[in-house]
């Protein structure tokens, strides 16, 4: 139910009819205006299992054998802390990318609420995701898991405690279905490390874990809105239906649109009555 004092076709401009969130066509090149402006630069897997399989092989190749004491030496931009950490007490992990893992791409990751976390989670809230050996500060936008024939997935505002979703948001590749999991900041300010063996953890409360999925930037997340109205009179097969729309321009906007019940009754918009639609 909108407001009278606001305008339906002004609220709901980006918004477009649709019979089936699950089945109907979803036209991409209406959402062209709408992309950010680096969306173009991110990279864009055709064939996800070929591309995996070849970055797996091409690890598997030369490396050194287990058990052979070697000598890494730094380069480039080492962070501070690094530099100043004392190595003899805490040891320092590192690790290797596959093939193209440094590149920015949308990520899917199926996340599963904890038992122990009697919380809901927004979507778009902070959350730090341990994924393998990186860690990354997200806001993830959640959405129902499946698939579905158009690739278009209803957005959730809420996971809620026992729910699974999807987290989709923008971070680098990742092979696999690697194991993740999220926490939350349990005070604002609370320090976040690079890298799990930090000693600077503390403020975290894990609250969901998951499994990466492959990246698809052609997954739609769509937000749903039912208009709704009351049946004021009812003539054989004309509806009299008030309290939808509060201006005559607003009922020719939505005119084209069809229109289902729930009890799958279907018909479209006639004509206005009065000067309030």
């Known amino acids: 139910e909108l407001s009278p004092h606001v305008a339906a076709r002004e609220r709901l401009a980006r918004y477009r ?19 950010p402006q680096d969306w173009n630069r991110l990279l864009r897997i055709s ?10 092989r091409e690890a598997l190749v030369g490396g050194v054998p287990p058990g052979t004491r ?15 950490a ?13 093939r193209h893992e440094h590149k920015q791409t949308v990520v899917n990751v199926m996340i599963n609420l904890s038992s122990d976390y009697p919380h809901s989670i927004k979507s778009k809230e902070e959350l730090i995701m341990q994924c393998g050996a990186r860690r990354f500060i997200i806001k993830p936008l959640f959405s129902q898991p499946g698939n579905t024939p158009n690739n278009v997935h209803k957005y959730s505002r809420y996971l809620h405690p026992g729910q699974s979703a999807v987290a989709t948001f923008v971070g680098p590749v990742t092979w696999g279905p690697v194991p ?16 799990a063996d930090s000693q600077s953890n503390s403020g975290l409360t894990l609250v969901a874990s998951g499994t990466a999925l492959p990246p698809s930037t052609s997954r739609v997340i769509a937000k749903r809105v039912i208009l709704t109205g009351h049946p004021y009179h009812i003539h054989k ?10 201006s005559k321009d607003d009922v020719d906007w939505f005119k084209a649109l069809p229109l289902w019940t729930k009890r799958g009754r279907s018909g479209f918009i006639k004509e206005t009555l009065g000067t309030h639609g």
């Open 86 to 98: 004392n190595l003899q007490h805490q040891p320092i992990t590192l690790f290797s990318l596959l």
């Open 237 to 246: 097969r004309v509806v009299t239906i008030r309290y939808m729309f509060f």
């Open 17 to 35: 009819g649709l019979k089936s969130l699950r089945t109907s066509e979803w036209v991409e090149d209406e959402d062209r205006a709408h992309e």
């Open 47 to 56: 064939d996800y299992q070929g591309a995996r399989s070849r970055a797996t």
């Open 70 to 84: 070697v000598a890494v030496y730094l380069s480039g931009s080492v962070p501070a802390h690094t530099q100043s």
């Open 180 to 195: 993740a999991v999220f926490f939350k900041r349990t005070a604002p300010g609370a320090v976040v490390a690079e890298s």
